[in-house]
């Protein structure tokens, strides 16, 4: 995330005014933690709240933190105004979601006009090891003013 | 879901018990309201703290709900003891999810001793109408006891 | 494929072109055996040279007439002179495609100005006996003239 | 693809004949020109009989290179005597695939003993200049002898 994929203050305000206007990442404990041009990063504890029979964080919370860094990065390289959809993503769950944190890196993969192409990783925090849980790929489309 | 599709109420225990032991399923409010053999149907209320920044359901919500449905019909078809993992899983978002209630339904496509294919259907309701937000097609593989 | 679902001649004569102007069609052997409004049927041998390993269709072939009957099922909904994108489509292989002949069938879930999702089911028949192989879900971009 | 990605000769063969047991390869005219340990590569010519309507490669080709250089990596990681079935793919396509040559890039991103989670990248050259069109994400489970 060097120089270059620096966002001015209006697009990372914009991007930071739309996560605080989703309930769900407060549900969620989910904090917006790097935004950058065509990267944005998400954590979330797993919270008691969160999770699947046995404990591990439940495959909801993974997704939910992955399809929103995607579709933030997403955001992050559109025009003042605009705002975006997912239309479909896919997740792999590679290894169960143990530990204490989440963190969910969401890239674009292909900018553009009509559509979006993306992808996020999440990885799983387990006192301080890190193990890489989901990836997931999807299509935004960008919603005009 | 005739009588062929009736599960033995030790089956039925068996899913409730999972399901009851799913933090995320309380806390999103979802509710299991239908389990026969082969299909299961989930609901929850869009509610407050499960939206995303324009009040509409979040996409969050209605995989947990459509990844679950279908997750819970896969195992509703596996030997006693058996438990059950999603490995992969594809939402098409078809509509914003307006309104009170979301309703998810899944079914088994293909049943299987190593993989199970899945899917899933999500509606909202809103005043009475329904509409079709999400359909999941996905993975799930089957864990011997 | 009623009534409501009749094309007229121009759009028949529409699809027909531009499947005949595929010359992947050609070299698999496809035939589009049925053209109505949200729904296309393909056709295709499996030939010697359209194999894999152990002789069944190759997944290329499969993949190959799913997408087409999906693409044309999109463009069967569209005005006048637009064309139609596959911008992604997952399958899943659910079955040995073993037999003389594969069968795509394309509809259209959602269509949409910006987007239609899309869906397969690809069939074999083996001395008359059908057998389910695979089934695709995608979405496609309207191109306008 | 250091040294330790250098497959036995024995695992190479069982790879190339394998390969050359597709008769799909070889209409398509796809020559394997990279084995290692977790990263296969394919290359195919896009034939005049290898088109969409406007002339570009058919989707068709780009799925059966990049699922087939997927394949071949989950085999390279494979103990003697395995095969491997791909369950699901998901193509993701980038940009028009134009040009002379495609080249299909596949890798393992997890690999395991009930199913191997993989990814390919295809590429397409035209007088030199590379495009990125197309990307898969897809589970290929191991069939033991």
Same mark, same amino acid.
């Given at each position: 995330m060097g120089n270059d994929a620096t966002l001015s203050p209006a697009q990372e305000a914009r991007i %930071? @005014? #739309?996560?605080? !206007? @989703? #309930? $769900? $990442?407060?549900? +969620?404990?989910a904090r917006l933690v790097g935004v950058a041009r065509g990267q944005v990063r &998400?954590?979330?504890? &797993? +919270?008691p709240g969160s999770r699947q029979q046995h404990g591990f964080a439940h495959a909801g919370l993974t997704f939910a933190i992955g399809d929103s860094a995607a579709g933030? *990065? *997403? +955001? #992050? $390289?559109m025009p003042e105004g605009h705002e975006v959809l997912t239309t479909e993503m896919k997740i792999h769950l590679l290894a169960p979601a143990k530990g204490d +944190?989440? =963190? !969910?890196?969401? %890239? =674009? &993969? %292909?900018p553009g006009r009509r559509l979006v192409i993306v992808q996020a990783d999440v990885h799983a925090l387990e006192d301080g090891r890190e193990s890489h849980v989901a990836f997931l790929t999807g299509t935004m489309i960008p919603l005009a003013p």
């Open positions: %930071r @005014q #739309s996560f605080g !206007a @989703q #309930s $769900m $990442m407060a549900t +969620l404990g &998400i954590e979330a504890p &797993i +919270l933030y *990065a *997403a +955001l #992050s $390289m +944190l989440l =963190v !969910a890196t969401g %890239r =674009v &993969i %292909r």
